[in-house]
């Protein structure tokens, strides 16, 4: 069954640096996302792309986090000058393009997690 | 945002049906019925979704009332591998996210 791959698995930063997530969506899935669950907490949107261009984003993706597809099948998450509080796992997803989304199953990976120290 | 509620827990011995319900009183015509499960340190799994009929996978049954107002996702017999925390989620049509809420711990004993 076709899978989304998330590296690295575990990533630890220290404060103030950048961080780059990376996935593999499904290779014929056009539409790709990112969701963050902070420890304990629930799964919160954070962005969703659709032809090279943020589609929409949640008010927690700031001017600190860009996404990018920068070679038609890795899709990236880039938080700059990380914090303790983006202490978190984060969740890249893709599902089938078409004109009613949410008409088709989204398929999560298996996540990042991020230890900001 | 569109809202859904769910008992916080449930149980069921393994190899029985489990039946999870969830209200969603004011869903909107276009907004399709998404079942998510979470397993211990995993992402969200994707279930089963439905805008009106019920609607049968090879993981699970969805059943959906009449007026739209509530769901029930039924697992017809439970293992211990699908102890998880189960979403079920409101898609609304004219947006990208999925908004979880806090969901149903299912706990499956042998």
């Known amino acids: 069954e076709p899978e989304v791959t998330q590296t690295p698995s575990h990533q630890v930063t220290q404060m103030g640096q950048e961080v780059i997530l990376r996935c593999v969506p499904i290779?014929?899935?056009?539409?790709f996302y990112w969701y963050r669950q902070i420890l304990g907490q629930k799964v919160e949107f954070l962005v969703s792309f659709y032809n090279n261009e943020i589609s929409e984003k949640s008010e927690i993706f700031d001017d600190q986090f860009s996404v990018e597809r920068p070679d038609g099948s890795n899709f990236t998450l880039k938080i700059r000058s990380t914090k303790l509080e983006d202490s978190a796992m984060y969740f890249c997803?893709?599902?089938?393009?078409?004109?009613?989304?949410?008409?088709?199953?989204?398929?999560f990976g298996s996540g990042t997690r991020l230890t900001v120290v | 945002d569109a809202k859904t509620t769910q008992p916080n827990s449930m149980e069921s011995n393994e190899e029985e049906p489990v039946h999870l319900p969830c209200n969603h009183s004011?869903?909107?015509?276009?907004?399709?019925i998404h079942w998510y499960r979470q397993l211990p340190s995993q992402g969200p799994e994707y279930v089963i979704h439905?805008?009106?009929s019920n609607v049968n996978n090879r993981m699970a049954s969805l059943a959906i009332a009449e007026d739209r107002k509530s769901s029930t996702l039924i697992l017809h017999r439970a293992t211990l591998r699908d102890a998880a925390v189960y979403y079920c989620i409101l898609a609304v049509i004219n947006t990208d996210k999925l908004i979880f809420g806090t969901g149903t711990r299912l706990q499956v004993f042998p």
């Open positions: 439905g805008l009106t």
């Open positions: 290779s014929n899935h056009l539409y």
């Open positions: 997803a893709s599902s089938e393009s078409s004109s009613r989304r949410v008409a088709y199953g989204y398929t």
């Open positions: 004011t869903i909107s015509g276009t907004d399709y």
